[in-house]
């Protein structure tokens, strides 16, 4: 554990006399790592929107096609048959693959709106505004393949499936043409390559949802204390030690407030807002000043998230260099893209921002983070939901999102709190899954030990203004 | 859009029914050696393959990406797709070669 490396060195020297004249002050070398980053699929170069989704929805079958035969054969036997809608008979039981789309009646619609807006109906009849949750009980579930769809009833919970996820299900069609499920299954996780073992430990240290700009300047002090712990201003001897094995920081997602995102600007008349800039570019500046303290100690992996500036739809493009004049002049600073794939010493780390996630949480019955993390990594499939609810960019030729080898640390950002799981995989896949809570609300973050990937929380509270007796500055593991 | 004054047939092309019409009243006219008949026939024919390729559905949507993206899409998936067609497309950069059937329609 971490804390018990800053807690194992002799004595505190904090309080002694200088050292000596020969001695020098201890120095402490920060462990360095190998690092690859593989993000490259989910870079875009030249966009073009004059495409449909239909591709996307097309690849996605075509390469999880197989793997899903592979699946259904090794659950009900290698003599099931695989048959497409097509060639359906009433009554065979019979293994289908394709995709879900789940018909909500909540779901917001642009035609509706559309509709409620020509017909000029009275107030009580125009669309609701956003609600946490569009599931209903009047949901259907229908699946999808190449040429036509199909309805589902049975043994499948319509409130924890999403729209887009590609399974394989086993049952048999009914005479009113409906489907009647028995079982179903999902493509699972992918092979994973096995991890090599580390001699000494090595964290990682991520972090997310800064939320600089914002009107409460409440983390400011949080995200100092946490700045200053890993570049080794903090604490004594011990303290420093152990900050020296931090040898990675990752911020998922959201460095900026969502205040920053304020339109008023395209709003308001133009003689209120003409010598007004926008909220974001002192909040970059906030940020590059920050990134300059841990660049110059530490790499920094910077993740863009859904308030930043960058692009909206998944996959988000790396932050631009220009915006971090001061800071992208050292070579520890990476800018990477959302979703972001990198092997650390061999440990490979993928994750999001949390937009996929906060998605399915919306749309299914699934409330913790977790749980719709480990969801997603059975599924096979980064964001079911792009592009039905979730932006997404119109892919043709691959859909990128679709997992093609196992992480062994899968993440997501932007949580309500921290919560990890170990997870195992039918071929012998170990994943640690972790939420990283969000940084404004909850001064927590997260650091991972490589060596033996297990995950712990490192919160930083600080004096609140409210509180009329003495509270302890602590910065507890 | 072109943004200059001009005739409607800028904003919107020709329909194709017109071109088809256009082409048989061109052969008929001076008569046509054997040969540029000859190619007119095998240009159809390979058109005509081109369009069942487009409208073959194990391969997947065809509007909005040309036909060779399709076929290397297809060939990515390990669907099989024909090798003659990739042959075609390669030997001519016509553009009613290249782009699929519905690409002057704005889907």
Redesign the interface.
Known sequence: MFSDLSAQKEGSSLLCRPASEDQGPAVFERTSLAYSPSSERYGVGERSFSRQYAHIYAARLMQMRPLLSERAKEKWGSDVLIRKLCDLETGEQCCIVGTLFKRMELQPSILKEITHKKMKLPHNLLPQPARAKYISETDELILEDELQRIKLEGKIDKNKCVTGSVIAIYGAERNDGKFTVEDFCTADLPLQTARPSLSSDRFVLLASGLGLGSSRADSMLGLQLLVDMVTGQLGDLGEQSGAATISRVLLAGNLLSQSTQDKDASTKAKYLTKKTQAGSVEAIRLLDELLLQLVASVPVDVMPGQYDPTNYTLPQQPLHRCMFPLSSVYPTLQLASNPYQADIDGVRFLGTSGQNVCDIQRYSSMDSHVEILEETLRLRHLAPTAPDTLGCYPFYLKDPFILEECPHVYFSGNAPAFESKHIKGPDGQEVLLVTVPEFSSTQTACLINLRTLHCEPVSFSAFSADEDEESEMNISH | MTTRRGLITDSFKVVKKARTAEKQEKTPSPPPSQNEDQTETIREEELQKLQQFDLD??F??C???SRL?RW??AK????NPPEEIRELLQMCTDPEYSQSLWSEYP?
């Open positions: 559905w194990r997947g949507p509007t909005g990406i993206e290397e899409r990515l998936h390990d669907l889907f």
